[in-house]
């Protein structure tokens, strides 16, 4: 009778000791954020609204207060009481660069999701949807793309709205010239002093680029969306235990509702948010 129950207890154990081994040990990113109680996060300082300095060049942005919760939920999935976070300013051209090479462990700003550059780095679940835009002077008398035949339009080098555009120039059959600037701010004052006709970049930004214009009034977002423009925070490629740690931290968040909070805080003067970024957090607050 004891060997009976003996064995008996030993099967109900079974279950909790395959779970104990099959718990993986930290590796990578994780495993050296938890020894050194430390995570550098990489931010842009010209996205806003998603990622900025403000007058007291603090870190700001919806992205920035997203990365703030995620990090929250790291330390809890880590069970330490808390991270000091080193905040990294990065740029256009270096942000994916400084994940890649282990300078930063995310990065929280406006990057859009492509398959390229999967080749260097991994991404989270998506954080927002948004798609190419054109930033014109009003009294060019532009309605869309098609009204920029022969203008010059300025793109940031090597970002994805600068594909998006080349791509939608072809299918319209139209001859613009494609001018490259190095950053918004640039590409505004070529708008503003009109040596380029219309700017190219994701329609939330050139929305927040207007709002520091000398004359707002004077520039017009045009209606065309030339791309469909995905964000997520940047990780380092191949490591599935912080991808998978960010994304439960997303999915806490889009579960609780926090989103809407952090959303309102940044985008409530354009309404509540479209059908497709709705979406976007539904199908991100995956069950745990």
Not at 225 to 242: I, K
């Amino acid at each position: 009778m004891r060997l009976v129950t003996a064995a008996a207890a030993a099967l109900l154990l079974l279950p909790s000791l395959v779970l104990a081994q099959a718990a993986p040990a930290l590796e990578g990113r994780l495993k050296k954020i938890r020894d050194a109680g430390t995570i550098t996060v990489a931010y842009r300082t010209d996205a806003a609204p998603f990622s900025f300095e403000d007058a007291n060049k603090q870190m700001a942005g919806f992205s920035v207060d997203l990365c703030r919760r995620v990090v929250g939920a790291i330390e809890k999935q880590l069970g330490v009481s808390s991270l000091k976070v080193n905040w990294v300013p990065v740029t256009v051209q270096n942000r994916f660069e400084t994940v890649a090479k282990g300078k930063a462990d995310m990065e929280c700003g406006s990057s859009t999701v492509t398959l390229s550059r999967m080749q260097l780095v991994d991404f989270s679940s998506f954080t927002f949807v948004d798609g190419t835009g054109l930033l014109v002077k009003a009294s060019l008398g532009a309605n869309g793309l098609g009204d920029l035949g022969g203008k010059k339009i300025g793109v940031i080098a090597g970002t994805s709205n600068e594909r998006a555009l080349r791509e939608a120039l072809n299918r319209r059959v139209l001859n613009a010239t494609v001018v490259p600037v190095a950053s918004r701010d640039e590409g505004l004052q070529q708008v503003e002093s009109g040596a380029i006709d219309a700017f190219a970049s994701d329609r939330v930004l050139l929305m927040g680029l207007a709002s520091k214009a000398k004359d707002a009034k004077s520039l017009a977002l045009l209606s065309d969306a030339l791309s469909f423009e995905p964000y997520a925070l940047v990780l380092p490629r191949g490591d599935w235990q912080m991808r998978l740690a960010v994304n439960s931290a997303l999915a806490q968040i889009y579960r609780s509702g926090a989103i809407a909070e952090i959303f309102g805080r940044w985008f409530g003067a354009l309404g509540r948010p479209g059908p497709v970024i709705e979406m976007t957090y539904l199908f991100g607050a995956l069950p745990e």
